[in-house]
């Protein structure tokens, strides 16, 4: 018994003796805030896949830190017609299989994208009607009609070229082993584990990568990823919530790297979308107005993040171009609410029912929702709700009011059309304005950015009017890493970009 | 004997089949369209809607599904994960030793400390260190592992830098790492279970004490300690074996909590991502292997009850 006792403890001190940073020096570990889908750009859904993705898979074209349009596996291009775009590609560019990288293959890939049965790509660039091929190094991409907001999504996953010869072998299991022509190649993938990529020695733009692995690691609870920086078990957080920045803060092997979001939080109202629909909310205009007025909206961002997050009152995050500056979050007045609803002659207190989604920090949203509101003679009815039954809820027009929040796009047609728009596929509750609906359409054959972005104020103050959807605030990034990361440049989109990045011995 | 055991045997086919249409009965209670969920942004779009039903069948009547589904299972084919693609059998292959390892340490754990520390309270009954270890046993019982598990990881990862927080390695891989990444987890699963344990040890243990066979081993001159763990204990470990077995069932729904907030990739963190993301394949695969898995040893113990009674096999 004794001699057990002995090789239990000394297996414990041997145990316990091990560091949790003894992974490999040039390993970045990144921890992901859930778990990617399919690692298949034509079939990925969620946010995080994109951040696999960044290491993963190259796009025609990036964003820099600036949002800028910058050519990557593009080398230039230009619109020859207001719908034909010419596409000039990077030469001596090779997949992870070896395969070259031509126009051949961004044909296919753009197709895949456009006609692979249960593709997430097909509403983003659905406007494209063919892909031609000029010569091994030049496409021509034919559009049905012209649209701005185009270019923007070769930046992302619909941008994203594949090896032909792997695509078509695998087929719809294309995403269990992935070959793109990024900066890191596929190793493995353990379901809620982590995913394991290593350095692509071909790869066109070696000299900017200096890690040899990257393994992503998904950590749901917010907690524990902060535990786990702190502990050196990783090197890199993607997302640190608020209350938790300080403690990165105070912490000297540490440090934040905040950025403006693309993400923003709203209120989205049920003003037609079936019986839910008839309140005097989701019927009468003043008496959202009289909502928005009765919030103070920097005061819910103070007490429950920090202040970290900025008010707003627009889609269109700070950081983008087409920012419309003029449209600014009201401040609270509550005697104006209450005038703007005896003006609307509704009986009081006014029922709201809110659907939050059940996480701690909304959940708190809500209830300061409830009382500011409450102040001005609504009566807001909270139901948190699991967030994968909110959303088919809304969908199904079973809501008066949702919390919900929208990660954002680079193209402010991401963030206005879908939601906006008579038929835009995520207007759950089925505004509809005539004007709001030509001026998106307007805005989509504008190609420049003053032009668009004086439509999209013209659109504001319409739906401000309106208040379809009640804007609250922007998002950060807020990552959170180890000192020994350098080089790393935040994006507002927030994604993880591994070229210049690198880690100290 | 043959007889009892052939009976049990055919018992179990019926009794799987009706979990199997139990979870998947049970899971179009859930709210939320799977569909809604796999479309995401464009989850407004009725075509795209529309072809995601199609695809997973989804738009047959639940019948269709149900007997499609499991004449898959029949053929050995639990269909695959409609998140990752990949197969369902290949991912429960995956996390099931993780979960396994898991629960062994932790079971293992529950036993060192329940039963030592059942036995001492009984035989210092009343005494400190009774209140001592029944205010430990207490405490184990009504802590929750969540909780225990962050406070234990901020403690021993955060402050004191001795273990890993979270992850997984397999015990091929790297033992001493496995070890290390495993051994926080399974303290805090097996924590409850040994207060468990250490109750009912104590009660078996405060019976067996007050038997005429240990006045009469103390009688003879026995040492206390022969008196206890020959006499007393062995006597006392009948209720307390069965009531072990019984955790296992309390290890494996402890192990969805701990393996959350350990990220360590098994079965419970497997049901759990696969019902919040609505991939119906997963649940209903990950739900009829344990199922069949508890099924298939409380066959076991029947067996091993004969074996072990012999008042049984005539029965």
Redesign the interface.
């Known amino acids: 018994m004794r001699r057990l006792l002995l090789a239990a403890a000394a ?2 001190l ?3 003796g ?3 940073a ?1 992974a490999q020096a040039q390993t970045l570990r990144i921890a992901l805030r ?2 990617a ?3 298949d750009p034509t ?1 990925a ?2 946010y995080v896949s994109r951040i696999v993705f960044a290491g993963l898979c190259d796009k025609l074209f990036d964003l820099n830190d600036k949002l800028e349009t910058v050519p990557q596996l593009a080398l230039s291009y230009a619109w020859t017609t207001p719908t034909e775009l010419v596409i000039k590609l990077r030469p001596d560019v090779v997949f992870h299989d070896g395969e070259r990288m031509d126009a051949e293959a961004v044909r296919y890939s753009l197709m895949r994208h456009l006609t692979m ?2 593709s ?1 790509r ?2 983003e660039i659905n406007v494209m009607d063919r892909v031609e091929v000029v010569d091994p190094l030049t496409v021509k991409i034919v559009l049905k009609a012209p649209s701005s907001p185009f270019l923007a999504q070769l930046t992302d996953r619909a941008g994203m070229i594949v090896s032909p010869k792997a695509a078509e072998a695998a087929g ?2 294309f ?2 082993k992935p070959v793109c022509a990024g900066p890191f190649r596929f190793v493995e993938r ?5 995913i394991v990529l290593e350095r692509f020695a071909q790869y066109w733009n070696k000299d900017a990568i200096k890690l040899d692995r990257v393994t992503y ?5 917010s ?2 990823r902060l ?2 920086l ?4 990783i090197d890199l957080s993607e997302q640190i919530v608020p209350t938790d920045v300080p403690a990165v803060k105070a912490n000297p092997r540490l440090r934040m790297v905040e950025s403006d979001s693309l993400g923003y939080q709203t209120i989205a109202f049920n003003v037609a979308n079936g019986p839910r629909a008839k309140t005097a909310l989701g019927q009468d205009s003043r008496v959202r107005r009289a909502f928005e007025l009765s919030i103070d909206k920097g005061a819910l961002v103070q007490v429950v993040y920090n202040g970290l997050y900025a008010t707003t009152a627009q889609a269109i995050s700070p950081a983008s171009p087409f920012h419309v500056a003029g449209v600014k979050p009201l401040e609270r007045d509550v005697a104006k609410a209450k005038a703007l609803l005896k003006e609307a002659g509704v009986a009081l207190p006014v029922v709201v029912n809110m659907t939050v989604p059940n996480n701690p920090d909304l959940r708190q949203v809500g209830e300061i929702l409830q009382s500011m509101a409450g102040e001005a003679g609504f009566d807001v009815r909270l139901t948190a ?5 909110a ?3 809304a ?2 027009g079973e809501f008066e009011a949702f919390v919900t929040a929208w990660s954002g796009r680079v193209d402010p047609d991401g963030n206005l059309f ?1 939601f906006l728009h008579s038929g ?5 509750g089925k505004y509809a304005n005539p004007k709001v609906d030509a001026l998106l359409e307007q805005a989509r054959a504008v190609a420049d950015v003053p032009g668009r972005r004086a439509i999209y104020a013209e659109m504001f103050e319409q739906t401000k009017q309106d208040l379809p959807i009640l804007y609250l605030w922007q998002q950060k990034n807020l990552v959170g890493m180890s000192t020994r990361v350098s080089g790393f440049v935040p994006v507002s989109d927030g994604m993880i970009r591994l070229q210049g990045v690198s880690l100290a011995k | 004997m043959r007889s009892h055991l052939g009976t049990r045997v055919l018992q179990v086919i019926p009794t799987i089949l009706l979990v199997s249409v139990l979870v998947f009965a049970l899971q179009q209670l ?4 799977p569909a ?3 479309a ?6 009725p075509v ?1 809607l529309a ?2 039903r199609s ?1 997973l069948w989804l738009d047959r009547s639940l019948p269709v599904q149900y007997l499609h589904w499991i004449g898959g299972v029949f053929r050995g084919d639990l269909g695959f ?1 409609w ?4 197969p369902v059998s290949e ?1 429960i292959l ?1 996390k099931l030793p993780v979960t396994l390892q898991l629960g062994g340490m932790a079971f293992l754990i529950a036993l060192c400390i329940g039963v030592p520390m059942g036995i001492l309270s009984a035989v210092y009954r009343n005494k400190p260190l009774d209140y001592v270890a029944n205010f430990v046993g207490l405490a184990g019982l009504s802590t929750p592992n969540f909780w225990l598990g ?1 406070m234990l ?2 403690l021993v ?2 402050q004191l ?8 390695v397999p015990l091929v891989e790297d033992w ?2 496995s ?2 990444t495993t ?1 926080m987890p399974a303290f805090v699963l097996g924590n409850a279970i040994a207060a468990v344990l250490m109750r009912h040890t104590r009660s078996a243990m405060l019976t067996a004490m007050d038997q005429d066979y240990v006045r009469t081993a103390r009688a003879k001159g026995l040492r206390e300690s022969r008196v206890v763990l020959r006499h007393a204990f062995r006597n006392a470990l009948v209720p307390v074996v069965t009531l072990g077995a019984l955790e296992l069932g309390t290890l494996l729904s402890g192990a969805v909590l701990t393996e ?4 360590i ?1 098994g079965f419970g ?2 049901v759990v ?1 696969a019902v ?3 991939d119906y394949p997963v649940v209903q695969g990950v739900v009829l292997v344990t199922a069949a898995l508890f099924i298939l040893l409380n066959l076991l113990a029947d067996v091993l009850y004969t074996v072990i009674n012999p008042r049984l096999r005539t029965a």
């Open positions: 297996t414990l041997a145990t316990t091990l560091s949790p003894r859930e778990d889908d399919i690692l079939l859904r969620t049965s249960g997430f097909r509403s719809k299991d995403g269990l353990v379901p809620q584990d982590r690691q998904p950590i749901p609870d907690s524990v535990a786990n702190q502990a050196g078990g709700s699991e967030y994968a039954s959303l088919s809820a969908n199904r879908g835009g596929v995520l207007n759950d | 859930m709210p939320g369209d809604v969920v796999l995401g942004e464009e989850r407004g779009d795209v072809q995601i695809e994960s998140r990752i693609r990949q991912l995956t962050i990881i901020l990862s955060v830098g001795w273990l890993p927080p979270s992850g997984y001493r790492q070890l290390a051994i959350q907030v350990f990220s990739p963190k497997l991502d919040f993301n609505r």
